[in-house]
């Protein structure tokens, strides 16, 4: 009992803290902070300014370990005001996500250090980065598009050695790249584009990047090799025509650091005095004609052997330069340097070179050619069809299962669809039956039964290269490709499953038990569905056209945030099925016309989707008079007139809508559904100009509050019904 007691006493004053979970005291004080700096809005529910339990009362957008706070995500809730300047305090967040809201002009010092995902993107942001935002070594993902940030990057990315994804676009800023971009060493994905960024690029030539997009700068210079068979995308800048100088003789190799071959007659940013360099040419000159010497030597005695070898088979042939490919040589010949090759090991690398282009370029070309997937897109074109020295030796098609999506057999998709039972039908389209599936394990997923239609003939492989574009399209408001089935001649799509269906639904199959949506939750689909329009178009390189944009293919989750279904498969649609979309409504006129889809006709579409939210009204509906059948015709004389727009909206709203939001979400449409194709918006300035409308709506409290409670209700609603 002695030794109990003690036991007992320390159990009784250190056990209720952990067991009731309360917060880490400068944790609450962080959030508080923030919650004032806020002014304390309405939609953080269960936040108090008078301290409390985050952890133990469920605040909003607020996720716990323990007593520690570890994630605060609260984006496109309308919030506005600051986030406090005690975020440094909260040192077990790693994600942080405030984006699309209206938090004042300059980013705080004070962030988070200790954070992997950082998402401070469309917030109204001006100013420039702060410095604080270099200690954040675990820093994995940094989102500051959208914003007004201007000025010279800062030279700060020296420590960010595990950032993998950088979005910087849509901002203002000027001046070359930091040369600390080199260090860079995780980054993976690099969203540049909509700046005014100038110099060169080839800071990022030896990162190991798989996105790239710098499009609408002021760059100059060359694209360097090493970034050409990534996904990039580079109009709008001013670049150098023609191929790229070689560099100087003597000029050292590249080094790791990230600094790739400076153009002829610059100076590299790592040179040192003028003694140094004239020096360096010196002994350069002197190696240059050894060089010289040796690569005519080499190409003689390539010559004669290609003579020699000329008589052998072409099996023979490819055996030799197999057995050949044991010398080293550089993996990637098509960027091989002579010189830098000749420098490492002359008489050997030289010879191999020579060989590897006059006998057998195929042999080495292959790896290149197969591991190097072109970016998602939604035609056949790909690499192949651009190198001429590999078509005769890849096979057109050479696809294995996409690495991002799981390959299910029929069998399991049988069981978990309970044959395709009519019961677990959830949705039928152009292209093919959608199915609800739940698995053994609960996972609940969505599968699309592609019509035998659909291939039009095409093989299984030609399936399968439509799943490894599809799997690659990441984006929150694209519907994410789980998996597929290509089996016995059947061909399934298994998507992730989005409990509220879809759009339309929520607009034109309203019962009794059904809530309406509210309009904060019509403009939150609009900004989703436009974001996820302008990574297809602007991202993605070459831009996918979706061709198909619709309400019904817009899918809600539990929070109403909008995903984008059915996109990179647009070669599925047959021609019947796309005439019948021509009367669907949401056709562009040109369509109609040429039938040829662009993302401009994508553009249009969102117009009428948007046309939808504001009116609940169908595009096309028989069942209305005829001046009224076509929601287009009927809706674009008044978008202009407040009165008439005022007459327009969706009864459902009760009028509990901002007037000014109201406007302005008028005017994106009239630019959407502009009958020229040219001028209709590209879906960042929509997204921008949807990003403005969030941020310069003034509702009252009254308003505010009322549509608040609303979609709780529809939430809880929806959550019953499903």
């Known amino acids: 009992m002695a030794v109990l007691a003690p036991l007992l006493f320390i159990f009784l004053v250190l056990g209720p803290s952990s067991i009731n979970g309360d917060t880490d005291p400068s944790d609450v004080s962080a959030l508080v902070a923030m919650y004032q700096s806020l002014n304390s809005p309405a939609q953080l529910t269960k936040w108090s300014s008078n301290g409390g339990d985050p952890c133990g009362e469920n605040w909003k957008g607020v996720t716990c370990s323990g007593s520690r706070v570890t994630e605060i995500k609260l984006p496109s809730l309308g919030l506005s005001g600051g986030i406090g300047f005690q975020l440094s305090s909260l040192t077990s967040l790693t994600e942080f996500d405030v984006s699309n809201n209206y938090l004042g002009n300059q980013i705080p010092y004070s962030l988070p250090p200790n954070v992997q995902r950082l998402n401070l993107a469309g917030c109204g942001y001006s100013g420039t980065l702060p410095y604080s935002i270099s200690q954040m070594h675990s820093l994995e993902y940094l989102n500051v598009a959208h914003n007004q940030i201007s000025g010279q990057l800062p030279d700060m990315f020296g420590q960010l050695s595990s950032l993998s994804i950088l979005d910087l676009s849509s901002n ?26 100038t110099g060169s690029i080839d800071v990022l030539a030896n990162l190991p990047l798989k996105t790239l997009n710098i499009a609408n700068n002021k760059f100059t210079g060359w694209v360097p090799s090493q970034l050409r068979n990534i996904n990039l995308q580079d109009g709008g800048n001013s670049w150098n025509s023609g191929p790229a100088p070689p560099p100087p003789p003597g000029t050292p190799p590249v080094p790791s650091g990230g600094q790739s071959r400076q153009p002829s007659g610059s100076v590299p940013s790592s040179g040192g005095s003028t003694g140094g360099k004239k020096k360096s040419g010196v002994s350069g000159g002197a190696i240059a004609g050894i060089v010289i010497s040796v690569l005519i030597v080499g190409a003689f005695i390539a010559f004669i052997l290609l003579k020699r070898r000329s008589k052998k088979s072409k099996t023979d042939i490819e055996k030799t330069d197999h057995h050949q490919s044991v010398i080293p040589i550089p993996p990637q010949p098509d960027s091989v340097d002579p010189i830098d090759s000749v420098q490492d090991s002359a008489m050997v690398d030289t010879k191999a070179v020579q060989d590897s282009a006059m006998v057998n370029t195929k042999t080495f070309e292959m790896p290149p050619v197969i591991n190097l997937k072109p970016p998602p897109i939604t035609h056949t074109k790909s690499f192949d069809d651009n190198d001429s020295t590999s078509k005769p030796t890849v096979p057109k098609k050479v696809h294995v299962a996409p690495p991002d999506a799981t390959s299910y057999s029929i069998a399991d998709l049988q069981i978990a669809t309970d044959s395709f039972s009519p019961d677990n039908l959830i949705g ?96 939150k689909i609009a900004l989703g569905t436009a974001r996820a329009l302008e990574y297809l178009h602007e991202v993605c390189s070459p831009s996918v056209v979706h061709k198909n944009i619709k309400s019904a293919n817009i899918l809600l989750d539990s929070e109403l945030n909008p995903h984008l279904s059915d996109c990179g498969l647009a070669r599925l649609v047959s021609d019947t099925d796309q005439d019948e979309n021509v009367g669907s409504g949401y056709s562009a006129p040109e369509v109609s016309m040429s039938g040829q889809y662009t993302i401009k006709s994508d553009v249009y579409g969102f117009g009428v989707t948007m046309l939808e939210l504001l009116t609940g009204r169908k595009p096309f509906d028989s069942s209305r008079t005829r001046a009224e059948q076509s929601l287009v015709q009927w809706a674009t004389p008044q978008l202009h007139d407040i009165d008439a727009l005022a007459k327009m909206v969706d009864p459902a709203l009760k009028g509990l809508y901002p007037v000014k939001s109201l406007s302005r979400f008028a005017d994106v449409i009239a630019l959407c559904v502009q009958p020229e194709p040219e001028f209709r918006p590209p879906m960042s300035e929509v997204v921008q100009a949807l990003v403005r409308l969030v941020q310069r709506a003034n509702m009252s409290k009254r308003t505010v509050s009322i549509e608040q409670g609303s979609y709780v209700r529809t939430s809880n609603q929806d959550s019953r019904e499903s």
């Not at 800023?173 to 584009?193: H, R």
């Not at 490709?481 to 034109?508: M, P």
């Open 428 to 523: 039928e389209g152009s292209i093919g039956r959608v199915f609800r599936a739940q698995f053994e394990d609960g996972k609940v997923v969505a599968v699309k039964k592609i019509k035998s239609t659909a291939l039009h003939g095409q093989l299984s492989e030609d399936f399968l290269e439509i799943v490894s574009d599809v799997s690659r399209l990441r984006h929150p408001n694209v519907t994410e490709l789980v998996g597929y089935c290509s089996e016995h001649g059947q061909h399934l799509l298994v998507y992730e499953f989005l409990k509220n269906g879809s759009l339309y639904d929520f607009l034109h199959l309203l019962d009794e038990y059904s809530k309406p949506l509210i309009w904060n939750s019509r403009v």
């Open 172 to 197: 203002s800023f000027t001046g070359d790249l930091p040369e600390s971009f080199s260090l860079l060493s995780s980054a993976n994905d690099m969203y540049l584009q909509n700046n005014q960024f």
